[in-house]
Nanobody, 116 residues
Framework: QVQLVESGGGLVQAGGSLRLSCAAS????????MAWYRQAPGKQRELVAA???????NYADSVKGRFTISRDNAKNTVNLQMNSLKPEDTAVYYC??????????WGQGTQVTVSS
């Protein structure tokens, strides 16, 4: 089992920045990739950014150039630096971890609200 705890959400004005962190505990040696997803009201959960254990990253087109995902394997954390935030970035952001055999873990989510 893997437990994920997010932190760093909040309210920010458009153009501002926030940094989300996700701390992993449990059988963390089993984790391959980690990612951030988000879900806005009335919309499906969508991938924001992902990073593999080797450090390869990919981003949703809507956040490329504004968001940066990073991973600290020594501290078992994954971070999401969000710059130039827009009102459309408002959502609940979820940390995700994937392990072999199709195992998938989710954090409880953290609210990000961007005011115009």
């Amino acid at each position: 089992q893997v437990q994920l705890v997010e932190s760093g959400g909040g309210l920010v004005q458009a153009g501002g920045s926030l940094r989300l962190s996700c701390a992993a505990s449990g059988t963390i040696f089993s984790i391959n990739a980690m990612a951030w997803y988000r879900q806005a009201p009335g919309k499906q959960r969508e991938l924001v950014a992902a990073i593999t254990s080797g450090g390869s990253t990919n981003y949703a087109d809507s956040v490329k150039g504004r968001f940066t995902i990073s991973r600290d394997n020594a501290k078992n954390t994954v971070n999401l630096q969000m710059n130039s935030l827009k009102p459309e970035d408002t959502a609940v952001y979820y940390c995700n971890a994937r392990a072999p055999a199709g195992l998938c873990y989710w954090g409880q989510g953290t609210q990000v609200t961007v005011s115009s």
